[in-house]
T-cell receptor, first 113, second 115 residues
Framework: DQQVKQNSPSLSVQEGRISILNCDYT??????FLWYKKYPAEGPTFLIS?????DKNEDGRFTVFLNKSAKHLSLHIVPSQPGDSAVYFC????????????FGKGTRLSVIA | NAGVMQNPRHLVRRRGQEARLRCSPM?????VYWYRQLPEEGLKFMVY????????ESGMPKERFSAEFPKEGPSILRIQQVVRGDSAAYFC?????????????FGAGSRLTVL
């Protein structure tokens, strides 16, 4: 039973264009959401987060959108750069307590020069 | 200011042997989490520890796996009598507080191969 789903295993985007990575969740108790980026042979690194009291959070080229009614969030990268090529994991938690982060299976982004 | 340190980075064991994976959290972090990533899968939570306490081990297999985070020294994930299905990347993460409200910082992982 996957509580966090990333239905696209891979995505290819041209350099300079927008990358949109999607994530759906089923647990209505989730209220804190994060995106992590992972390069091969390295650990995941934190990218951006959003709490359920917001519907958008922006940090430079990265913006995360949250649609609570649809239980959906997305990560936008504009403009995409070759160095953005990595696996992106969506994660969620119930917030504030001791519940662990639940991760999706990841989406492999390839940015083509 | 070192990040989360994991060792060994690579470990090869034969079936039936024991594997010990170590994790030193970031300075100032007292919350440690272990996750496992199987090939082509996401990260699966295994166990959450604070110093000398296991807070949540709901993701840990009931047999052969154990974890500790002693008062002094690194956190250790121990796998006894390893089987081929234990081959995976094991990631440790630490945070300053519970993961519900804090960002986890991950180590580079320990890749276990069981022959």
């Amino acid at each position: 039973d996957q509580q966090v789903k990333q239905n696209s295993p891979s995505l290819s985007v041209q350099e300079g264009r927008i990358s949109i990575l999607n994530c759906d969740y089923t647990n209505s108790m989730f209220d804190y959401f994060l995106w992590y980026k992972k390069y091969p042979a390295e650990g995941p690194t934190f990218l951006i987060s959003i709490s359920s009291i917001k519907d958008k959070n922006e940090d430079g080229r990265f913006t995360v959108f949250l649609n609570k009614s649809a239980k959906h969030l997305s990560l936008h990268i504009v403009p995409s750069q070759p160095g953005d090529s990595a696996v992106y994991f969506c994660a969620a938690s119930e917030g504030g307590g001791n519940t662990p982060l639940v991760f999706g299976k990841g989406t492999r982004l390839s940015v083509i020069a | 200011n070192a990040g989360v340190m994991q060792n060994p980075r690579h470990l090869v064991r034969r079936r039936g042997q024991e594997a010990r994976l170590r994790c030193s959290p970031m300075k100032g972090h007292s919350h440690v989490y272990w996750y496992r990533q199987l090939p082509e899968e996401g990260l699966k939570f295994m166990v959450y520890l604070q110093k000398e306490n296991i807070i949540d081990e709901s993701g840990m297999p009931k047999e052969r796996f154990s974890a500790e985070f002693p008062k002094e020294g690194p956190s250790i994930l121990r796998i006894q009598q390893v089987v081929r299905g234990d081959s995976a990347a094991y990631f440790c993460a630490s945070s300053i507080g519970p993961s519900g409200a804090n960002v986890l910082t991950f180590g580079a992982g320990s890749r276990l191969t069981v022959l």
